[in-house]
């Protein structure tokens, strides 16, 4: 399957610009177990990566597929996956171990309607509490959410900076709408950035993975460069090896966190619309955007102030709480039962009335919906 090319401009699906994103960031190794919606990315893959000198591994299942993107992260690769629902599920143990074992990683998640195998060719948003949660304890995570093709490619690559610059996994999570259908789209995107990862300046002799560098990111030496360390998902000190002595787990834990936490101007990218005047505020992602953008453009046009908020970065969660101090009412779209809508009412305190506009039958929420929410 390839983009339509005209120039500069090229008439891609998302799932497409997936691919053209993680090649354009110096992808090397990329493996995965078919799932519907998200086959089209490894369907173009695994032509194009080995052409660029990568790796393209069909695995076993979707726990070999994680496992293996960890291995070649740590042997120096930019490493990817790509999945939907079940297969996002069965990763989480090894997301997990990625964030405490500080290993860059970029997951793709393009959701479908579930619990379980639910509606594999229909669009959800039900993986956002997950994307969050889904690995077990307390860890930090970096989560990205594109509601158009071109975001989809310049989030792609977002996505592998944010994880190298942080040596942490990041999810880019994607409904099926955005997925599977085609825009125009400027190639190459205009000043995108490409990070390399950090490496170590100092002989092996004096190198610790887990000590504290810059921004609290140390450098990552690849296996076989000539630094032996140790890797465990168990609580570790500086040289990577377990530990169970408080004066070392606490300042690891803060560490951990802290790249993320007071980094956040850096990693949390939201859109504001038509918000200085606003009564009331739409906030919505991925495909729903789309629809608010509309409901916005049609509640603006018959008088009423009405702003949108689209979150690209969806965790960590942007800080909006100021919003509540001048609208009276915020209206968050979502393709699920209210996971964002949760965040938003614990954010804005009571300060202004939050309600939801949610569908989970398979089906993108309509602007029409949303304009009978503001009559509300």
């Known amino acids: 399957m390839k983009a339509r090319v005209s120039g500069g401009a090229a008439l891609m699906q998302g799932n497409e610009a997936v691919a053209a994103g993680a090649l354009a960031a110096g992808l090397g190794f990329f493996a995965n ?6 086959n089209e990315i ?3 893959l695994s032509r194009e990566l080995p052409l660029r000198g990568g790796v393209f591994i069909q695995m076993e299942d979707e726990i070999a597929s994680i496992a293996a993107v960890i291995g070649a992260s740590l042997g120096g690769l930019k490493a990817a996956t790509a999945t939907s629902g079940p297969g996002f599920s069965l990763m989480q143990e090894n997301i997990g171990y990625a964030s405490a074992t500080e290993i860059p990683c970029v997951i793709v998640d393009v959701q479908r309607g579930g619990p379980s195998t639910g509606m594999p060719t229909r669009p959800s948003q039900g993986d956002v509490m997950q994307a969050r949660w889904g690995a077990h304890g307390d860890h930090p995570i970096i989560v990205l959410y594109p509601s158009s093709v071109s975001e989809t490619y310049e989030l792609t690559i977002r996505a592998f900076n944010l994880s190298e610059r942080y040596r942490t996994p990041v999810i880019l999570l994607m409904d099926e709408v955005v997925a599977h259908m085609r825009e125009r789209v400027m190639l190459p995107l205009p000043e995108v950035e490409v990070v390399p990862r950090s490496k170590p300046k100092v002989p092996p002799e004096m190198y610790f993975p887990y000590e504290d560098g810059d921004n609290d990111v140390p450098p990552l030496a690849s296996f076989g460069e000539g630094y032996r360390y140790n890797i465990t998902g168990l609580f570790h ?3 990577g090896f377990p530990t169970l002595r408080p004066d070392e787990i606490n300042p690891w834990l803060k560490r951990l966190f802290g ?3 007071t980094n956040l101007e850096d990693i949390v990218w939201c859109e ?7 009564e009331v505020v739409l906030v919505a992602y991925g495909a729903t955007a789309r629809s608010a953008r ?11 102030a009405v702003g949108m908020i689209k979150p690209l970065t969806l965790w960590p969660f942007p800080h909006i709480e100021s919003i509540a101090e001048r609208a009276r009412r915020i209206i968050v779209v979502e393709m699920n039962r209210g996971q964002i809508l949760g965040e938003v009412e614990r954010l804005v305190h009571g300060k202004a009335e939050v309600l939801g506009v949610n569908r989970m039958d398979g089906e993108m929420v309509t602007p029409l919906e949303i304009l009978h929410a503001l009559e509300i």
């Open 237 to 239: 000190d500086r040289l």
């Open 259 to 261: 790249k993320i936490e």
């Open 272 to 278: 504001q619309e038509l918000i200085e005047d606003a």
């Open 33 to 38: 177990y078919p799932i519907t919606p998200a």
């Open 294 to 304: 509309h409901a916005m453009k049609l509640a603006r046009d018959r008088g009423e």
């Open 42 to 44: 490894s369907r173009v």
